[in-house]
């Protein structure tokens, strides 16, 4: 996250806000690609008791396939795409750019193997060291005035390094007949999966479509920018927790009592630690982005302080996500993912004609409806309630809010320093509050937070 914030500060400083908007268009495509890519066949695998090597060239065959055909289809819309948003450069990157579908196509099963292995570190520093080169790599392009190919090359070299990483540490290979019996055994739960990330990726960034015709790529650009700074502390967070939290839930979920403790320890932590960041950053979004950004991106601080209090809910709606797929058959996920977009379906109608603001406002207020949609629908697989979760993150989210109400008051006194110092001094006693806060009160999280600090530093693994 850290290597992320830094490359992405850099890189908007030399770019325009036009180049993020293109960008944001082609994300759209390349979300939506990757998901039917990946037809949720790894999370079978991950999901799977004891997946053969049959099981695993099956399922990277049938990865590679779909993505070269997913590959040679979208260069082919990269036409009638640039003249529907009368940008011609769309043609010209889009041969490059989805070249990510067949590489990311070559990581899908090394990932399976690594995850299953709870090999977590490992996966850890493959994507650190991908994201340190290709970041490098994006700050140079940009800073030579590359324009928006720093943006496009940053993203192919990120999946490319990880592919050879992964190959490279594991050099696997398997003489085991590829077998289709071994796809529809999978299929029911695998196309279920499918089907709801299919859904999710078009819905999560549809507006983005929307705010680039109706309005132009710069508009889009200060939107999406102020969605991918707000995405870098909310994204990294709850990859590292889905991609950990769904095949530990998925070992214990027979257990229902060991598995609802697991459960709201998760959401407990993770309360802990995002609701006083999120909120934080609303507080000091102003300085920060002055500082950091400059005045060309300051038309982005209205949509970050209204996209930041997603960050508040996303997270634990993830987690509750997890306990879906853990013990269901995904046909519960399937109605539910079609019942939360049909209600994200009449808020983005009702907030696109009014405006980017009011698509930022119909995001956040998704975040929530999907939080308690799916925390409703998984305490039907645990001996926990709503009312026990709401008292688990009560104590997070009270103490973040004072915090955030007490910068609010205390930064106008400030405004006479210097920005950067303006920026750290607010920092400062939001942690100082915050931890303060959680001490004198014995917040639970803040112990089980110690504790793990303690067990990375002495090098336990538990």
């Not at 006194?413 to 009160?441: D, E, N, P, T």
Request: aromatic residues 10%; glycine residues 4%.
């Amino acid at each position: 996250m850290a290597i992320q914030m830094v490359v992405s500060i850099i890189v908007a400083r030399e770019l325009m806000p036009s180049d993020f908007g293109i960008m944001a268009i082609m994300t759209f495509f390349t979300s939506v690609a990757l998901s039917i890519v990946d037809s949720g066949f790894s999370q079978a695998l991950i999901r799977k008791e004891a997946p053969t090597e049959s099981d695993y060239r099956t399922v990277l065959c049938f990865n590679i396939i779909t993505s070269v055909v997913l590959y040679i289809v979208l260069v082919a819309l990269s036409y009638p795409i640039a003249r529907i948003y009368s940008t011609s450069v769309i043609t010209d990157i889009a041969p490059i750019l989805f070249l990510i579908l067949p590489i990311n196509a070559l990581c899908v099963v090394q990932t399976v193997m690594f995850t299953r292995e709870f090999r977590f570190s490992l996966l850890s520093k493959i994507v650190f060291a991908a994201s340190l080169i290709s970041g490098v790599i994006a700050v140079v392009m940009a800073v030579m005035g590359c324009g928006i190919w720093s943006l496009v090359v940053q993203r192919l070299v990120m999946m490319g390094v990880k592919a050879l990483a992964f190959w490279g540490i594991r050099r696997w290979h398997s003489n085991a007949a590829i077998s289709l019996a071994a796809l529809r055994e999978m299929a029911p739960f695998s196309l279920r999966l499918l089907a709801t990330d299919l859904i999710a990726s078009i819905y999560n960034n549809v507006a983005q479509l929307f705010i680039g015709k109706m309005h132009n790529t710069s508009m889009l650009g200060y939107y999406s920018q102020a969605q991918k700074l707000k995405d870098l502390p909310v994204i990294s967070t709850v990859q590292a927790v889905q991609g950990v939290t769904y095949p530990a839930l998925a070992q214990i979920k027979d257990d229902r009592e060991k598995f609802s403790q697991g459960y709201l320890r998760i959401v407990e932590l993770l309360s802990f630690l995002l609701f006083p960041t999120m909120l934080c950053l609303v507080a000091v979004a102003a300085d920060m982005f002055m500082l950091l950004l400059g005045d060309k991106w300051m038309p982005t601080v209205p949509y970050f302080e209204i996209l930041a209090l997603s960050g508040l809910f996303y997270p634990l709606g993830v987690v509750a996500y997890n306990v879906l797929k853990s013990c269901s058959n995904g046909a519960v996920i399937v109605r539910l993912e079609v019942a939360k977009r049909l209600i994200q379906t009449v808020i983005l109608l009702m907030t696109i004609p009014r405006g980017v603001e009011s698509v930022a406002w119909g995001i956040t207020s998704m975040a929530l409806v999907e939080f308690l949609m799916n925390s409703v629908v998984a305490m039907r697989y645990m001996s926990c309630g709503l009312l026990s979760l709401l008292r688990h993150i009560a104590p997070s989210i009270t103490l973040a809010v004072a915090m955030f109400i007490l910068l609010h008051l205390a930064m106008p006194l400030c405004a006479s320093l210097h920005v950067g110092l303006r920026l750290l001094l607010s920092v400062v006693i939001a942690v100082a509050f915050y931890l303060g806060g959680a001490w004198v009160f014995r917040v639970k999280a803040l112990h089980e937070l110690l504790t793990l600090v303690k067990a990375l530093l002495s090098g336990s693994e538990h």
